[in-house]
């Protein structure tokens, strides 16, 4: 609603509190489930060693072995869950996440990827074999071929132990196809996380062993944690991006013209009012002009067809103003300041900008603009007065070119 107003600022504010809201009932949420599955851990650690005393079974031992690595990885999960979390880079988030799972386990190819829902691409721009870089992949999220492809059109994530055996379950159109980029070896124990905010998949995790069997189902589970910490950490750095590019536009906005680019008035009377209150010891030139024939333009072929003189007229003018700022005041009204203006300067300026508007066709006629100039002569003078004698003398050109223009009709 205060977009639709124009009021962004008021925009920018509550965008950042339902941002801040949805990162802390996010976050809120994954330390519950990572609670929940603590305490089911260690319920069921309990019970296996109770069995254990029992039995003294061989694989009761190993699975009581199994949960306590589990349950020791989960309060890694945790502590790395806070740092990812903390982190508003995506460069910082893929070496917390990469050194975290190389840790926990082994990975012989890896890679985390982000999903554009929009174009229909996963984006693979973080992507490793043998802890070396790989080239960098686009994959059309429509790719049958495509693993990262099965589990977004199929809204799962895959745990494939052992690829040779099952490919065909994901892949049933197609015959065998090698997994990884080494020429020696190809991964066959796979995993692939989504990455989840909102509801929406925004990317992917993969892990691959060349080894068959490498990982658990508890490994998956631990990727699976992780990856919802990544999700809002992505989510999180995604949205600062979108707030900073917002930021930088409304500034932009702020001082600048929508149409032509050039400065606003809001910015001419920002540098004119710092002139006036600071000493200026370099001589300043103001040049004030306004379009001719602009109403006749829009009468006769229509206001896109002004938008387009307008345009052109700015062009005109920034092209010959050197490093001087030039503004659109409003409507067809345009300034530049010169600074380290001469009178001769400023003449040679307007005569350059006259010449050139004459011979820019524009539809049926040419560009037509009146120029006025002042030079601020005396240290006290203001340039409110300058701007004043610089429109009395575009006004009295604009006369003469209305004369002339009446003689000819």
């Given at each position: 609603?205060y977009?639709?107003q124009g009021?962004?600022?008021?925009a920018?504010y509550h965008?950042r509190?339902?941002t801040?809201v ?6 809120v949420?994954i330390?519950?489930?990572?609670e929940g599955m603590?305490?089911h ?12 005393n029992?039995l ?9 072995t ?5 349950l ?5 999960i945790?502590?790395i869950g806070r740092q990812l ?5 995506m460069n910082?988030?893929?070496?917390i996440?990469r ?9 012989d190819v890896?890679g985390?990827?982000l999903y554009?829902?929009?174009?229909g691409?996963?984006?693979?721009n973080?992507f490793?074999e ?8 686009k994959?059309?999220v429509n790719d049958r071929m ?8 199929n ?5 494939i132990?052992s690829f040779y055996?099952d490919?065909?379950k994901?892949?049933p ?12 070896q190809s991964?066959?124990c796979?995993?692939?996380?989504r990455?989840v ?5 925004i990317?992917?995790i993969t892990?691959?062993s060349?080894?068959p069997?490498e990982?658990s ?7 699976k ?5 990544v999700?809002?950490a992505?989510s999180?750095a ?6 900073n590019e ?5 500034k932009?906005?702020?001082?600048h013209?929508?149409?032509?680019g050039?400065?606003?008035r809001?910015?001419?009377n920002k ?8 000493s200026?010891?370099?001589?300043i030139?103001?040049?004030v002009g306004d379009m001719n024939?602009?109403?006749t333009?829009?009468?006769t072929?229509?206001h896109?067809?002004?938008d387009?003189y307008?345009?052109?007229?700015a062009n005109?003018l920034r092209?010959?103003a050197?490093?001087?700022p030039v503004f659109r005041?409003g409507?067809?009204?345009f300034a530049?300041l ?14 350059k900008?006259s010449f050139?508007?004459a011979h820019?066709?524009?539809g049926?006629s040419p560009l037509?603009i009146s ?8 240290q006290d003078q ?12 575009m006004?009295?050109?604009k006369?003469?070119?209305h004369?002339n ?5």
């Open positions: 609603m977009e639709a009021d962004y600022k008021e920018l965008q509190c339902f801040q949805v990162e802390e009932v996010a976050a949420r330390e519950d489930e990572i603590k305490l851990l260690e319920e069921a650690s309990k019970k296996s060693e109770a069995e254990i029992l003294r079974n061989v694989e009761l031992k190993n699975k009581t199994e949960l306590e690595k589990t020791k990885n989960l309060a890694h945790s502590q979390t903390s982190s508003m880079d910082q988030i893929y070496e996440l050194n975290s799972i190389y840790a926990l386990m082994h990975v890896f985390l990827a554009n829902q929009a174009d691409m996963i984006d693979y973080y490793e043998g802890g070396k870089a790989l080239p960098l992949m994959i059309d495509s693993l990262a492809s099965y589990c977004i059109l809204e799962t994530d895959l745990f132990q055996d490919y065909h994901y892949l159109d197609l015959s065998y196809v090698s997994v990884g980029v080494s020429k020696s991964t066959t796979i995993i692939y996380c990455l905010s909102e509801d929406a998949c990317g992917l892990m691959q060349y080894k069997y990982y189902e508890t490994d998956f589970e631990v990727i944690a992780l990856a919802s910490y999700a809002i992505i999180n995604q949205k600062k991006n979108i707030i917002k930021a930088k536009e409304l932009y906005l702020s001082y013209d929508p149409l032509t050039l400065y606003n809001r910015y001419f540098l004119m009012a710092r002139y006036n209150h600071n200026i010891r370099s001589p030139g103001l040049i024939f602009l109403k333009v829009n009468d072929q229509g896109l067809m002004g387009q307008l345009v052109a007229i005109v092209s010959h050197a490093d001087n005041l409507g067809d009204e530049i010169v600074r380290d203006a001469t009178e001769a300067g400023l003449k040679e300026l307007i005569e900008i050139d508007c820019t066709q524009m049926q037509s120029l006025g100039f002042e030079l601020k002569q005396a203001s340039l409110d007065d300058l701007f004043n004698l610089a429109e009395t003398k006004y009295q050109e006369k003469v070119i004369l223009q009446q003689k000819m009709s």
